[in-house]
């Protein structure tokens, strides 16, 4: 009995463990939903709204048989290239994540002469966050604070439904 209550707070460690990783990798999907990686939206803009930093994820949603996702240098990016490429990001879904693993500027598009209708991106990441402004004089909370709240609920609700499954 003292080994499955062992293997039971093991579990719940790893879990525990898996959820906070999952927590802190935010995954930013590119254009703002899970299929913004098209003609016609400005992902320009929204990337400038968005906040990338190392270890994040962008998803690239889009349909398979029209485009892909090509990572690529900066003249390659402003002069709509698609030769040459860094790395070949589409894996033939139609979904495809890729990891921002350090600070730099990545720049994507897509072949095919989309990205002459701006199906091309551009992502600064950083090391971290810069400082937050001061706090408003009404008291509200920061939404850093807000997210942290989130992912700690989630988090907690997760360990309780699990725990309970496994008793």
């Not at 033939?92 to 730099?104: S, W």
């Not at 598009?109 to 090391?127: F, I, M, P, R």
């Not at 009404?138 to 609920?153: R, V």
């Amino acid at each position: 009995m003292e080994v499955l209550s062992f293997n039971k707070n093991m579990l719940m460690m790893i879990m525990m463990a898996m959820m906070w990783n999952i927590a802190k990798s935010l995954r930013h999907d590119v254009g703002g939903n899970k299929f913004g990686w098209v003609p016609g939206g400005n992902l320009t803009q929204w990337s400038l709204n968005e906040h990338f930093l190392v270890g994040e994820w962008l998803y690239f949603g889009y349909d398979r048989h029209s485009f892909n996702v090509l990572e690529v240098n900066q003249t390659s990016y402003e002069k709509c290239i698609d030769t040459g490429f860094i790395k070949n990001i589409s894996t033939g879904a139609g979904r495809d994540v890729f990891q921002l693993t350090e600070a730099k500027t990545y720049y994507f598009l897509s072949g095919g002469g989309y990205c002459w209708e701006g199906v091309k991106l551009a992502v600064d990441v950083l090391d971290h966050l810069p400082p937050a402004p001061a706090p408003a004089p009404n008291g509200s909370s920061s939404i850093s604070s807000t997210f942290q709240i989130y992912y700690s609920l989630v988090g907690a609700i997760l360990v309780l439904i699990f725990t309970n499954f496994l008793m």
